[in-house]
């Protein structure tokens, strides 16, 4: 398990108000299933993480983030969680012009930095 980096409450509130802990990791488990399913992610943008997780663009509703795009799944854990868990990163992947609108508009966006 590697620490990630911290969330701002404040903005992720609109996910869940009783989020627990601000951490982020990654366990070496999820690093793997990026690294099989979306190849050279990892190694090219993991040096982001903390700043897509610290200053997400858009938080997009979801049943399981020279211009690029990048789509980040964060599972945080709430009250009603086991309090021994951390936020953690599911996966990652880099996504196309094309994905991206598909996401914008067939996902409910929960927040949009201004």
């Known amino acids: ?11 992720y509130h609109c996910i869940a108000e009783d989020i627990v802990t601000d951490e982020v990791i990654i366990t070496v488990v999820q690093i793997m299933h990026i690294r099989e399913r979306h190849p050279n992610d990892y190694e090219l943008f993991s040096t982001y993480f903390d700043e897509i997780i610290r200053d997400p663009d858009y938080i997009i ?7 690029e795009v990048f789509k980040m799944v964060l599972r945080l854990i709430t009250s009603k969680d086991n309090l021994d868990y951390k936020n953690s990163i599911i996966t990652f992947m880099k996504i196309d012009d094309k994905e991206w609108n598909r996401l914008l508009r067939n996902k409910k966006i929960l927040y949009k930095r201004e």
């Open 1 to 11: 398990m590697y620490r990630v980096g911290k969330i701002d409450r404040e903005i």
């Open 61 to 67: 509703e979801a049943k399981k983030d020279v211009k």
